[in-house]
């Protein structure tokens, strides 16, 4: 007991020291951790933009002057686009058979259809300035089908026809297509629809306890969509 | 004596590794900030960029002029001087909207922003939320698409800096991302933005008719 409380300043001080260096290591730890998900979280994100880009400037290939190149995408009442279905043609030069089991002869047209479908996932919880707030987090799947083109007309494919063509992600916290007319405002209207512009927020695969403080990495785009610009109808009388 | 002063040296240094602990994961944190600041920037850069592309060339190709002028331009001689005043005409804040042109419709072509200096734009986030940026553009005419050479005399190339700069208190950089693109006259869209706006060239009555409704006597 004497040689403790000889020796009470240098516990004390030993004490501290650990604690502080014990500190000092763990906030390196969580430093390193979070460095590492918000790295792999962009990683992430680039990859999925840039698949997003991919189809949207694939959106209404070989589809001439027709404006009718997607369908107007649905919104839910969380302000994320839930389905997106669009198209472009493809003229078959060399005995062409899709998956789905269409085959499309030699100078027909095929149209391929593409339709993104938000799914739900989980849930978190995050601590926000305002209280804890719930996110949904979701998965986008996107599907592929052919249909033939007749008439300049193809028909939508049926349900049946849709084949997944993975190029997912699951931790989407918002996702949301926009159409924009050529003055750069928001439109209903596929006619005038001119510009896509494409939102989406990525978080990483698991929260960082203890403060479940979770890092949105967020990524835009705005592309302008076929037909680029075309001839008015007085040029091509 | 000896013991007390040891103790403090302990507790000097563990304060010192503490204190550079703390620095090197505030640095950490600020550039982490600064990362997700620069993909919500560039995304911002490519809407203004594509909403200044969206715009006419030149004044003498707006819909207006080639309508009232009978057709579109054949070639840079009409086009306006890069000493003219009426290059970048609208580039007071507030003058050019750069994320949506339909807000401000004077401000109706290429190079009508030039020497914009810190303009509002924004990244809008889920839930209403949104990182407010500034602006900068500059317009010049390039000799080539390349877009290598600048020239005052007009060519039929255009070159777009968008300077993005962050004002967000964890992490305030001037040119956060840089972005340039060379515009290059298109009669064709002048051609389709003069109907669509104006209709047929040569439409009595039309919305850019200007000519006197009076009949005559």
């Known amino acids: ?237 | 004596m000896p013991q007390s002063l040891l103790g403090l040296l302990a507790l000097t240094l563990a304060s010192l590794i503490s204190f550079n602990q703390q620095r090197v994961t505030q640095q950490s944190y600020k550039a982490t900030i600064r990362d997700e600041l620069e993909l919500a920037a560039s995304g911002t850069a490519q809407h203004v960029m594509e909403m200044i592309a969206a715009r006419s060339f030149d004044e003498v190709s707006t819909p207006t002029k080639v309508f009232d002028a009978g057709g579109v331009p054949r070639g840079a001689g009409l086009f306006t001087n890069g000493n003219n005043a009426e290059f970048g005409r609208y580039s007071r804040t507030g003058d050019c909207d750069l994320m949506t042109p339909g807000n401000t419709p004077r401000c109706d072509d290429v190079d009508d922003m030039d020497g914009t200096r810190g303009a509002p734009v924004k990244a809008i986030l889920s839930d209403g939320r949104e990182l407010r940026f500034t602006a900068d553009v500059d317009v010049q005419y390039v000799t080539d698409p390349g877009g290598e050479t600048t020239t005052n005399s007009p060519t039929l190339h255009k070159r777009v800096d968008v300077t993005i700069d962050s004002q967000h208190p964890a992490a305030p950089v001037q040119g956060i991302i840089a972005v340039s693109r060379v515009i290059s006259y298109d009669p064709i869209k002048a051609d389709m933005d003069a109907e669509m706006e104006c209709g047929p060239i040569g439409l009595e009555g039309g919305p850019c008719d200007n000519s006197s409704t009076i009949p005559s006597q």
């Open chain 1, 1 to 237: 007991m004497i040689s403790i409380f000889d020796h009470l300043s240098s516990i004390l001080i030993g004490t501290a020291v650990i604690l502080v260096l014990m500190a000092a290591q763990f906030k390196s730890q969580h430093s390193g951790i979070e460095q590492v998900a918000t790295h792999g979280v962009k990683a992430k994100t680039l990859v999925f933009g840039n698949w997003i880009e991919r189809d949207i400037l694939e959106i209404g290939k070989n589809l001439g002057l027709n404006r009718y190149r997607f369908k107007e995408p649905v919104t839910d009442s969380l302000g994320n686009t839930s389905r997106f279905h669009f198209f472009s043609d493809s003229t078959c030069t060399l005995g062409c058979s899709f998956p789905g089991g269409v085959n499309i002869a030699v100078g027909d047209t095929a149209r391929l259809h593409t339709r993104y479908k938000l799914m739900p996932t989980d849930r978190v919880e995050l601590d926000t300035p305002d209280g804890p707030e719930e996110r949904q987090l979701a998965r986008l799947d996107r599907e592929v089908a052919v249909t033939k083109v007749t008439n300049e007309t193809a028909p939508d494919p049926t349900e049946a026809q849709w084949q997944s063509d993975l190029w997912s992600i699951g931790t989407l916290s918002f996702f949301n297509i926009r159409m924009l007319d050529r003055f750069g405002r928001i439109t209903n209207s596929v006619e005038q629809g001119d510009y896509i512009f494409v939102r989406f927020s990525v978080v990483p695969e698991w929260l960082l306890d203890p403060e479940n403080y979770i890092r949105e990495i967020y990524w835009s785009t705005t592309l302008k969509i076929r037909p680029y610009w075309d001839p008015p109808t007085s040029a091509s009388s």
